[in-house]
DNA sequence: TATGATGAGTACGGTAACGTTTCGATGGAG
DNA sequence: CTCCATCGAAACGTTACCGTACTCATCATA
């Protein structure tokens, strides 16, 4: 976007809140979620949050969208290579950023409020779409079998990456990646 | 600690309050697990509470900690159907208990508690373990190439299931663990 | 039956977040 | 430059949870 664009007063305010939303998450978790909270960190009025937003949890919803930003599908010529690298970032992502932490408070959330449980629903499937798009271009050239569910794949291939991270909440050894992308994209000898 | 047969006066409410501890945990998440909302639901008083556990933490981790039963080992003399069981019984644990909830708001409150990140990577290890089991035994009697780690396997083997109930947050489609199995345990045709 | 533990119920002062309101300051648009 | 929508700050009464303390009933056992 032009940066230079004046940044109208309300707007500002908005993107201050929303960002602090973020860090309030990222540090206190769910239960240190609060209007109070988040307007302490923004430097922000009370009156102001909830001029915006009516509860925490519409706060929440639109902090979680701010969040998403799609990973570049790569086109090496490769499902091979084009999937390894985009588990590479997606594991950058888990290890190197806030998301992971934002997430397991979402999750959290989103098993209690409806509503959030649809927007993690919507991000979940915009996540899921550059590995999407690598595989049906794969499977345009030929280079993956028809009688295997794109879908599935998906599944298969970044499961296990979620599954580190958050349940067995261990690091995830360099080797994952290829050992997953070995089993899964039937290379086999 | 007393005797076996008859439960003594402390090991009742001992355990009502734990069962309150699970449901509140269950219906209100981490935001709504206090003190007195446990003690309100288990009838008890919060002295009561504060005498047996001295923050709402150390009440969270034997909670959990009492949540914990292990799978069956099935021996059907098969990798294929005995892993398939596994997945099978794990299905019905993430659909139709309390169980992903509890842990939904459980891998929340590890990220930001060690003493409840260490309870967390214990339980993940001990539900590991009939499945880690059911491999060992493949491998011992030739069924099971003995170049593919049993520990990454249980990753690809458990993670996909995982990652539908929290991430994806859609239903298990009862072909998955068929699926699932056929890519990770190599049975090409 | 007498006695010591244990628990339920209640009350307490302290803290924190709730959601709303008022007020004065400020910055962008006309 | 003026106007006005928006902002930050502060105060408000209300509610909830904190952790502790005290009383009285109940059960376990010797």
Redesign the pocket.
Known sequence: MAGSQ?????????R?VLAAALQVLDDDGLT??????V?RR???????L???W???GALLIDAMDATFQPLPVPDTGHVHSDVEHLLTSFVTLLEHTPFPRLLAAFIDAAERDPALADLHADLTRRRREPLLTVLARARDRGQLSTDLDPEILTDLLTAPLFYRRFVAHQPIPPQLVTEVIRHVLATRR
Chains 1, 2 share one sequence.
């Open positions: 004046p940044i109208s007063r309300g707007a500002g305010a908005r201050r240190g979620f609060t209007m109070e909270a307007a923004a430097g922000a009025s009370k009156a102001t909830y001029r915006h009516p509860t925490a």
